[in-house]
Structure formats: C-alpha cells, structure tokens
T-cell receptor, first 114, second 115 residues
Framework: GENVEQHPSTLSVQEGDSAVIKCTYS??????FPWYKQELGKRPQLIID?????GEKKDQRIAVTLNKTAKHFSLHITETQPEDSAVYFC?????????????FGTGTSLTVIP | DSGVTQTPKHLITATGQRVTLRCSPR?????VYWYQQSLDQGLQFLIQ???????AKGNILERFSAQQFPDLHSELNLSSLELGDSALYFC??????????????FGPGTRLTVT
C-alpha cells in the first residue's frame, strides 16, 4: 500500500519567516495531494491541494509543489503569522471512479514565534 | 462549523464492548469518509461510502464495520473493543467521491475511550 512520510515533525519559525514542510509518497498511482491544518482540539481543515497533472499551486501565502518523478511534495507558507501555528498533515490519495483512498503523513507541529 | 455532525461527542466503554458512532454529512454531500486519529498512528483512513455504497477501504479492522443509509447519514460500528481502539474518530463528507476530488469537510469527531 501507499506510504507517506512527512518531515519535520516539529518546526519553529519566527513570525514573518517562511516555513516548509516536505512529504514523500511511495505509490506512483497517487494522483491527488491535499494538505490539512489542524488546530489544537479542532477538526482538520483543507488548506490547499494539488493534482498530479500540476507542478505547483499557490493561494495567497500558501503554496504547494509536486515532483512526480521524485514522488515528493511540499507545503510552503510565507510571511508566517502566529495564527499559522497548528499541526499540518499531508496526504496522498488515489482518486478514481472506484473511490478515493487517503494516506496521511504523521503531521508537522508548526509554531510561529511572535 | 463545517455542517458535518457527529454523535456522540465522547464515549467511554469497556474492553470487549460494541459501540456505534454516527455521522450526518453536509446537506447535498453524497460521500462520507471515516478516519481514526490516535497519538501513535496519526490520521488513518478507514472507509469511504458514496450514495449508500461502499467505495474505498483503508486500514479498517475486521472488527469494525460501517454503512451509509438512504438518508445519507453513516454509522461506524466498532466491536470487541480493545484498549488500542481508543482514539478520535472523524467523519468527513464531500459532494462527490469519484475521479474528481472534492474538498472534504470534517466533523467535530467522537472521542472514544476504551477502559
């Protein structure tokens, strides 16, 4: 089955700096890669996603890049703010007519220091 | 508030027992996903239902089963409970469930404690 590895497990940055979280996956059949943000005691929320036919996607301060050949994808947060502090999960999914399976990384706890 | 509801919020039960977790998706969403989140195993995809039919299976144990009813609400049944089943169980819903990935909206979760 699919195996998703996520690094680092914890990350501290100064407010205004950039944060980068990296994930690798093992199954070349994975074709959809969402990123979720989970604040303490709350539900995961989708923050950005990318499909396998796209190399990069940006939404304001958040961007995701995908390298299909190397089987890795990364989340980039620029101009970090204290409210960005949370746990971030990457996921790799095989999305198809027979259903959608999701495999998650182990999470990165991001702390933005004011 | 995502529009996805889950009941109960907390559940405490003993080993060997059986429990049922309930999820109501957002209005209009046809797909329901179940996830288990524990400290040692992170977020694990269990199973997906789409318009009443099972669509995809993840790491769901044989002791666990789920179904989606005609009104689209879903139930996750956990039986012969073990201490290791203690976790936060999320359901999520999305409009579709096929080749086009739609955003999943997560419910608030049910925290299960097995003693």
């Amino acid at each position: 089955g699919e195996n998703v590895e996520q690094h680092p497990s914890t990350l501290s940055v100064q407010e205004g700096d950039s944060a980068v979280i990296k994930c690798t996956y093992s199954d070349s059949a994975s074709n959809y890669f969402p990123w979720y943000k989970q604040e303490l005691g709350k539900r995961p929320q989708l923050i950005i996603d990318i499909r396998s036919n796209v190399g990069e996607k940006k939404d304001q301060r958040i961007a995701v890049t995908l390298n299909k050949t190397a089987k890795h994808f990364s989340l980039h947060i620029t101009e970090t703010q204290p409210e960005d502090s949370a746990v971030y999960f990457c996921a790799a999914s095989m999305v198809g007519d027979t259903g959608n399976q999701f495999y998650f990384g182990t999470g990165t706890s991001l702390t933005v220091i004011p | 508030d995502s529009g996805v509801t889950q009941t109960p919020k907390h559940l405490i039960t003993a080993t060997g027992q059986r429990v049922t977790l309930r999820c109501s998706p957002r209005s209009g969403d046809l797909s329901v996903y179940w996830y288990q989140q524990s400290l040692d195993q992170g977020l694990q995809f269990l199973i997906q239902y789409y318009n009443g039919e099972e669509r995809a299976k993840g790491n769901i144990l044989e002791r666990f089963s789920a179904q989606q009813f005609p009104d689209l609400h879903s139930e996750l049944n956990l039986s012969s409970l073990e201490l290791g089943d203690s976790a936060l169980y999320f359901c999520a819903s999305s409009v579709g469930g096929g080749a086009i990935p739609y955003e999943q909206y997560f419910g608030p979760g049910t925290r299960l404690t097995v003693t």
